[in-house]
């Protein structure tokens, strides 16, 4: 009897929150839902709203919802629609069906009556940032759902545009189209509509756009092409085409273009390679990259493999980028070849892995196949993409900012994960052999607002700054002096109690950041890590680190590494502690909040 009366005192609470908040999304009705029986259930109207706002519970087992007119399926999703609470609502989009008679059918769905209760249609959406938080300043977020992988990134006519993996119907994994977001700085982002969506030949999964400056393909200069992975049966990859500066697209009608009887075949990168003005693309497969070539971007012939015992290979190869990197300090330049691999990452689950070395336009080799090189070594760094046609020939990279270990359980819920800041990329040597230096790009400087010299401290016991105008959204450059006979250590706290550690060990030669105690962590085991990098012995050490709300990426102050971790604080993290045992350092710290 209990258990009845509180599972009614909840629906009650959850229908009355319902009644207050249904007034923000403008203009809604209450659409007549059919219930047919063993969870199946049909709406059925005449479309005059702009959305249909679906109730979402993300611990509810999914079910699916078909969009049909004239009998004829026109979309297919899975969802998860509230079973005893709500925790959003997701809107699906009627502006391309207005005036037209809509079926929506519900299969395998709650037997319960929350959802059907409050699925609504309306003329807005509120995409109010109601995440305080956590939600980042300076990287880019969707409005609503979930976000992983870098997708078809491109600049053209002072526009850079990041498409990326979207599922607009939940802040789980499910559902992929190509999400779509424009900048002119790398800093400020829109959101724009969906660029790509999932067809009867399967979801969209990653893959590339080139600016086919040269009418190659015969469809005209400057159309821009997006090449991506189609699932199914099998995966596959298939091709689109934009005139309009890639705001919509047209799905080629021949696809697919490129398939395989491999399992994995997938992320498909597309570059150019001038030497013999053809086209390349990279497939990963399996844990290896497949390599065609074409000469008008529709037809592809396989010309060689690459990976068999090369690099790590603990799982599986995804997201492959090729990129031709200047070497600081010559004119000459190497070949790198980007690749993604989950798990196997250096500190568990995702990370990017990449090769030095020499492509001749149909097959890359591994300079050195001795050691494993990792682009950034810290537990959220992954999925790397660099930006088709970026100008002055700079290499620009982005990053999805997670870890497939927990990315679906971060204690967020609007919304699911960031982009790492860009980052410039090029070549250093070192030791005698190359390696790629990974740096903020120069434009994130444009956005510093109010600066805090904190001049040279001498660190003889612990000693606290607090942080001037603080919204969890900073940079710290840091300059150091150490004694190198021992240990030095800082950390950025806030009034919680809540710690990021940041440690020197001179003696093994080891940099480390624990976020063991950073706040927020029971949400996977896997996350409460300590992550670490060889560092070489120097007089000055410099560090740039970016904090954004619910993320801390460090650079080498050199770029000869950086490392990108999640947390995720009750509070910001305020002061910045330097602690000394017995011994002293120098240190300067230079702040600046972002904006």
């Given at each position: 009897?209990?258990?009845k009366?509180?599972?009614?005192?909840?629906?009650?609470?959850?229908?009355?929150?319902?009644?207050?908040?249904?007034?923000?999304?403008?203009?809604?009705?209450?659409?007549?839902?059919?219930?047919?029986?063993?969870?199946?259930?049909?709406?059925?109207?005449?479309?005059?709203?702009?959305?249909l706002?679906?109730?979402?519970?993300?611990?509810?087992?999914?079910?699916t919802?078909?969009?049909?007119i004239?009998?004829?399926q026109?979309?297919?999703?899975?969802?998860?629609?509230?079973?005893?609470?709500?925790?959003?609502?997701v809107?699906?989009?009627?502006?391309?069906?207005?005036?037209?008679?809509?079926?929506?059918?519900?299969?395998?769905?709650?037997?319960?009556?929350?959802?059907?209760?409050?699925?609504?249609?309306?003329?807005?959406?509120?995409?109010?940032?109601?995440?305080?938080?956590?939600?980042?300043?300076?990287?880019?977020?969707?409005?609503?759902?979930?976000?992983?992988?870098?997708?078809?990134?491109?600049y053209?006519?002072?526009?850079?545009?990041?498409?990326?993996?979207?599922?607009?119907?939940?802040?789980?994994?499910?559902?992929?189209?190509?999400?779509?977001?424009?900048?002119?700085?790398?800093?400020?982002?829109?959101?724009?509509?969906?660029?790509?969506?999932?067809?009867?030949?399967?979801?969209?999964?990653?893959?590339?756009?080139?600016v086919?400056?040269?009418?190659?393909?015969?469809?005209?200069?400057?159309?821009?092409?997006?090449?991506?992975?189609?699932?199914?049966?099998?995966?596959?990859?298939?091709?689109a085409?934009?005139?309009?500066?890639?705001?919509?697209?047209?799905?080629?009608?021949?696809?697919?273009?490129?398939?395989?009887?491999?399992?994995?075949?997938?992320?498909?990168?597309?570059?150019?390679?001038?030497?013999?003005?053809?086209w390349?693309m990279?497939?990963?497969t399996?844990?290896?990259?497949?390599?065609?070539?074409?000469?008008?971007?529709?037809?592809?012939?396989?010309?060689?493999?690459?990976?068999?015992?090369?690099?790590?290979?603990?799982?599986?190869?995804?997201?492959?980028?090729?990129?031709?990197?200047?070497?600081?300090?010559?004119k000459?330049?190497?070949?790198?070849?980007?690749?993604?691999?989950?798990?196997?990452?250096?500190?568990?689950?995702?990370?990017?892995?990449?090769?030095?070395?020499?492509?001749?336009?149909?097959?890359?080799?591994?300079?050195?196949?001795?050691?494993?090189?990792?682009?950034?070594?810290?537990?959220?760094?992954?999925?790397?993409?660099?930006?088709?046609?970026?100008?002055?020939?700079?290499?620009?990279?982005?990053?999805?900012?997670?870890n497939?270990e927990?990315?679906?359980?971060?204690?967020?819920?609007?919304?699911?994960?960031?982009?790492?800041v860009?980052?410039t990329?090029?070549?250093?040597?070192?030791?005698?052999?190359?390696?790629?230096?990974?740096?903020?790009v120069?434009?994130?400087?444009?956005?510093?607002?109010?600066?805090?010299?904190?001049?040279?401290?001498?660190?003889?016991?612990?000693?606290?700054?607090?942080?001037?105008?603080?919204?969890?959204?900073?940079?710290?450059?840091?300059?150091?002096?150490?004694?190198?006979?021992?240990?030095?250590?800082?950390?950025?706290?806030?009034?919680?109690?809540?710690?990021?550690?940041?440690?020197?060990?001179?003696?093994?030669?080891?940099?480390?950041?624990?976020?063991?105690?950073?706040?927020?962590?029971?949400?996977?085991?896997?996350?409460?890590?300590?992550?670490?990098i060889?560092?070489?012995?120097?007089?000055?050490?410099?560090?740039?680190?970016?904090?954004?709300?619910?993320?801390?990426?460090?650079?080498?102050?050199?770029?000869?590494?950086?490392?990108?971790?999640?947390?995720?604080?009750?509070?910001?993290?305020?002061?910045?502690?330097?602690?000394?045992a017995?011994?002293?350092?120098?240190?300067?710290?230079?702040?600046?909040?972002?904006?």
């Amino acid at each position: 009897m209990k258990t009845k009366f509180l599972a009614s005192l909840r629906l009650f609470i959850c229908a009355l929150a319902i009644s207050v908040i249904a007034p923000v999304f403008g203009r809604t009705n209450q659409p007549i839902i059919k219930d047919l029986g063993d969870g199946n259930h049909m709406l059925s109207t005449q479309v005059t709203n702009n959305y249909l706002l679906l109730p979402i519970q993300e611990s509810a087992p999914e079910s699916t919802m078909q969009l049909l007119i004239n009998n004829h399926q026109i979309e297919r999703h899975t969802i998860r629609l509230a079973i005893d609470k709500i925790d959003y609502f997701v809107p699906v989009n009627l502006k391309d069906y207005q005036d037209r008679h809509l079926v929506v059918r519900f299969l395998h769905a709650p037997t319960t009556s929350l959802s059907w209760n409050n699925i609504t249609l309306s003329d807005t959406f509120d995409k109010t940032n109601k995440e305080k938080t956590w939600r980042p300043i300076y990287h880019f977020t969707p409005n609503h759902g979930w976000m992983n992988d870098p997708n078809g990134m491109f600049y053209n006519k002072g526009v850079y545009h990041l498409y990326f993996q979207y599922n607009p119907y939940a802040s789980v994994w499910g559902n992929m189209h190509w999400g779509h977001a424009t900048s002119t700085d790398l800093c400020h982002w829109k959101q724009l509509p969906i660029a790509i969506f999932p067809d009867d030949m399967g979801t969209i999964f990653s893959g590339s756009c080139v600016v086919d400056h040269n009418n190659t393909s015969g469809l005209g200069a400057g159309t821009i092409f997006a090449f991506y992975t189609s699932t199914g049966v099998r995966q596959k990859q298939c091709m689109a085409y934009s005139t309009d500066e890639g705001m919509t697209f047209t799905k080629y009608e021949k696809n697919p273009i490129v398939t395989s009887t491999a399992t994995d075949f997938r992320d498909p990168k597309v570059v150019w390679y001038a030497p013999e003005k053809k086209w390349i693309m990279l497939v990963a497969t399996g844990q290896y990259i497949s390599f065609y070539t074409s000469k008008n971007l529709k037809d592809w012939t396989y010309s060689s493999q690459f990976g068999f015992g090369e690099g790590n290979h603990a799982g599986v190869w995804e997201c492959p980028d090729l990129i031709e990197l200047p070497i600081q300090g010559s004119k000459k330049t190497k070949w790198v070849l980007l690749v993604n691999i989950n798990p196997g990452g250096p500190f568990g689950g995702s990370a990017t892995q990449y090769f030095v070395g020499q492509f001749d336009g149909s097959t890359f080799i591994n300079d050195d196949s001795t050691e494993t090189k990792w682009l950034d070594h810290g537990k959220d760094h992954y999925a790397t993409a660099t930006w088709n046609n970026a100008p002055n020939h700079r290499v620009i990279a982005l990053s999805w900012m997670s870890n497939w270990e927990y990315g679906t359980h971060v204690p967020t819920m609007q919304y699911r994960s960031a982009m790492t800041v860009p980052r410039t990329l090029s070549l250093f040597r070192q030791g005698g052999d190359y390696y790629v230096s990974n740096s903020p790009v120069e434009e994130l400087s444009k956005i510093r607002q109010h600066k805090k010299d904190f001049d040279w401290i001498t660190v003889s016991h612990t000693r606290t700054k607090k942080l001037p105008n603080n919204q969890g959204a900073y940079e710290l450059i840091l300059t150091i002096k150490p004694n190198k006979t021992k240990d030095i250590s800082f950390s950025l706290n806030n009034k919680d109690g809540e710690k990021v550690v940041f440690t020197y060990q001179f003696e093994k030669g080891k940099f480390s950041i624990d976020r063991r105690f950073s706040g927020i962590v029971d949400f996977s085991r896997k996350f409460a890590t300590v992550t670490s990098i060889a560092i070489s012995e120097a007089a000055t050490y410099t560090l740039h680190i970016y904090i954004d709300k619910s993320s801390i990426e460090t650079f080498d102050g050199e770029g000869k590494w950086s490392m990108t971790n999640l947390v995720f604080p009750k509070s910001p993290y305020t002061h910045l502690s330097f602690d000394a045992a017995d011994s002293s350092y120098r240190v300067h710290p230079i702040y600046y909040t972002l904006n």
